[in-house]
């Protein structure tokens, strides 16, 4: 099997900051088909598939999004127009194509920047932002809002704002996206950073990655309102406060959890119920993984420090992950998207 990925990564201006890969699963080979640079820090990569564009974030102080347009066969150096982001260190990209929308999480300035796509020759036209105020209780990581995720569901938006330890929801957000129908806090300090829905209850349960408690906090809708129905450890107790969650997915039955500082990837087993059991940890192959993606049974993790990607088969009969021989060396990967399917 070949798989292709592109990777966004934190790399410097002058190195190939968007990468394109071709990965044989059979022997685990990789074959480099181009990389983009002259972009500084491309950290998030998102792909419309209704427009055939990458759209990336470049997480400067003053944050910029671009585009990468599909021209020649190609999207090697199709660098379309850069946009402000009017926020800082943008980190997350969500497109709706179903109403031409993307949002985009501004991380330093606790800002959620709404674009509208269009069939111009400019495709992306500014639409509106949200400004969150306030601050938690961490006194170095919460001292101002800081939003990092936001998705859609059934016509919900859903905005993860780290900084003050709360989940945002908004309903008929196409016409007014500044007041919240729903607002769920979290414990202090717990630090929320991605989410992701069950794969057969959707807005029913919601598990939430906790990047400074390192922990899955489970939701449950009852009567319209969530409530916390489990807390769960990513890693042992002694590790936790030197850990930093980053990713989550969910691949059957199972879920998966990016671990920074312990540099691992944890599994758990999801019940009838929706209820999470830690079965398996390991080494994620390198240095602090900022991202992985879930490509049939193969897990891609992104190793951010030790500049390199890593792989895992997902053994469903014996509940673990089984590491791979890829070890492939790449500047500061930060986001990996799945591209088996496009022709590049």
């Known amino acids: 099997m070949k798989i292709k990925l592109c990777i966004g990564s934190f790399a410097e201006i002058k190195q190939d900051g968007i990468v394109f890969l071709e990965i044989d699963t059979s022997l685990w080979a ?29 997480e400067l102080k003053k944050g910029q999004i671009g ?16 946009y402000s982001t009017f926020g800082s260190d943008p980190c997350h990209v969500y497109i709706d194509e179903a109403h031409n929308a993307i ?3 501004n991380y330093s300035s606790g800002s959620l920047t709404k674009y509208k796509l269009t069939n111009g020759k400019r495709i992306l036209e500014f639409d509106s932002i949200i400004q969150y105020e306030g601050k938690g209780v ?41 007041w919240a129908r729903q607002v769920i806090e ?27 408690s390192s922990e899955i906090i489970v939701l449950k809708k009852e009567n319209e309102k969530y409530k916390i129905i489990q807390r769960i450890k990513t890693v042992s107790t002694n590790i936790a406060r030197k850990n930093f969650c980053s990713s989550i997915k969910i691949y059957k039955h199972f879920l998966f959890v990016a671990n920074r500082g ?10 009838k119920d929706g209820f999470l059991y830690l079965i398996n940890i390991i080494h ?59 022709n590049l």
Not at 147 to 175: A, M, R, T
Not at 309 to 324: Q, V, Y
């Open 186 to 212: 979290f414990p202090k300090g717990v630090g929320p950073r991605h989410l992701i829905f069950h794969p057969f209850y959707n807005e029913q349960l919601i598990y939430v990655c906790c990047e400074l």
């Open 284 to 342: 994620s192959g390198g240095n602090w993984p900022r991202d992985f993606e879930i490509i049939g049974n193969n897990l891609v993790v992104a190793n951010q420090y030790s500049n390199n990607i890593s792989a895992f088969h997902i053994s469903i009969k014996k509940k673990k992950l089984i590491k791979t021989d890829l070890h492939y060396s790449l500047p500061q990967p930060s986001c990996l998207v799945n591209v088996t399917n496009l």
């Open 30 to 58: 990789v074959k480099k088909l181009y990389g983009i640079s002259m972009l500084e820090k491309p950290s998030w990569v998102s792909y419309c598939k209704s427009k055939n564009i990458f759209i990336y974030t470049l």
């Open 67 to 82: 585009t990468l347009v599909y021209k020649n066969n190609h999207y090697k150096n199709n660098i379309s127009y850069i």
């Open 103 to 105: 949002y985009i999480s």
């Open 262 to 271: 312990d540099n691992s990837i944890s599994m758990f087993q999801m019940d």
């Open 138 to 178: 961490h006194p170095l990581r919460q001292q101002l809002p800081h939003v990092h995720f936001s998705e859609i569901k059934n016509d919900n938006l859903y905005v993860i704002n780290f900084g003050l330890d709360k989940l945002y929801i908004y309903s008929k957000l196409y016409k007014n996206i500044k």
